[in-house]
């Protein structure tokens, strides 16, 4: 897994940390950092995941996934 994720305009990063968990199953957490001020975010991602992350860059996608978002 490597280590860091780095966005299409460099101004953003991702990484996974890994974990044990109950019944000392791994598992991982998603995290992304905003470089300007450093501010982080933490998405759960389960056991078994993170080996295709990829960053989102089609402007239209990007903003059908923020008109559905809660």
């Not at 470089?35 to 995941?49: I, P, R, T, Y």
Request: charged share 20%; aromatic share 12%; net charge negative.
């Amino acid at each position: 897994m490597p280590g860091l994720y780095w966005s299409p305009d460099g101004r953003m990063v991702a990484y996974v940390v890994e974990g044990g968990g109950f019944l000392s199953l791994e598992y991982y957490q998603l995290k992304i950092r905003r470089l300007s001020d450093n501010a982080e975010e933490s998405f759960n991602a389960g056991v078994g995941c993170c080996e295709n992350i990829q960053w989102i860059t089609n402007k239209f996608l990007i903003a059908r996934i923020e008109s559905e978002s809660p």
